[in-house]
């Protein structure tokens, strides 16, 4: 059997499967120590919450409904227009239902974008996708049709007090061609943890303004929820930014929503694709959350329960790191939101691919930080191969063992043995 151009491109070994294998072993190894992934932490408050909803759901009968029909291509009805609401309210968007599109997970909608946005086009021009800021979101890599589809630049390193450091984007270097078809960034950033400033978001706005082309944000630990951000962050868009949302960082990953804020030209496109691809996006996380968007609590659980669990999390983990590993070349990204710290080893003498399969061999996974530098090719950039990303939000004990095992390493190789 042979496989097409698509099929090989699709099947080869992507850096988001090797995370996914992982993930998979974390839950089937007993003695894993599950750094790696990017689920999100069972948070007991939040569980505790879509338990009752899905009874209620279950009882008044609207839980089979929910299976048992499609929804249009654009996503359940009653949530579209109760975000809409929302977000009005809330933030001040001047936006309707006609502007939020449903997807099977945010995932499945940043495949539609970079491939509405970038690729070929019809008078034989070729666009990309352009991330002013690499390291970026390791997901994104792989799901182009095309070749060649990305490219980054490289940020600027800012060093902090206690050994912290914190990423910019290089408006000096930053060169947005003809053939750039839109602008991406993640914000929070997996796997940085960065937050870039509402300054650096409206000058990308501008900048894509100028060129006639959209921005996009990934917006899946931003707020107004799930709201994993520590730092001051306003909430941004207009009509030309595509805000990619999720219910994924709530706690809600298996129900892969993924919600488009964007121009009705675009959502229109992303329901017909929608409707070519899946028929409908899944109705289940919808219908769950539906009553918490029309009272509001989605926002008030983000901002008193998720963001609190994360923050008391990733300052347990840093003091930790602090502790078990004092050398002076280690620096951890300032962690200002998402599921992740970001820790750079520099000078490690040697690869982070080859640092996590030393850890893999001691049951700790973590993910190795070259991956996360799509549209950046160059092999000497010794930065992109000294960082790995470790998932602070398991267990206290699990995060304790896992550091544990980390700075042993860490702390070996920095000695020379
Ligand atoms: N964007 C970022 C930055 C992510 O970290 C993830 C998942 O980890 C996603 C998007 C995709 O999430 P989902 O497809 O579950 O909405």
Known sequence: MEFSLFGEKFTRHAGITQLMDDLNEGLTNPDAIMLGGGNPAPIPAMLERFQTEAKQLLDNGELVK?????DGPQGKDRFTKALATLLNKELGWAISANNIALTNG???AFFYLFNLLAG??????????????APEYIGYADSALTENHFVAYKPTIEKLSDGQFKYHVDFESLQVGDDIGVICVSRPTNPTGNVLTDEEIEHLDQIARDKGIPLLIDNA???PFPGIIFSQAKPFWNS?????MSLSKLGLPGTRCGIVIADEKIINAIANLSGIINLAPGSLGPAITIPMIESGDIITLSEQVVKPFYQQKAEFAVTLLRDAIPDPRFHIHKPEGALFLWLWFEDLPIHSQALYERLKAKNLLIVPGHYFFPGIDDPKWRHSQECIRLNYSQSEDLVRRGIAIL???????????
């Open 66 to 70: 929910a299976m048992a029909n499609y």
């Open 240 to 244: 030309n930014t595509i805000l990619c």
């Open 407 to 417: 700075a042993e390493e860490i702390n070996q190789l920095y000695s020379g043995n």
């Open 106 to 108: 945010s995932q499945n």
């Open 120 to 133: 070929e086009f019809a008078d034989g021009r070729k666009k990309k996708v352009l991330f002013p800021l």
């Open 221 to 223: 630990y931003g707020v």
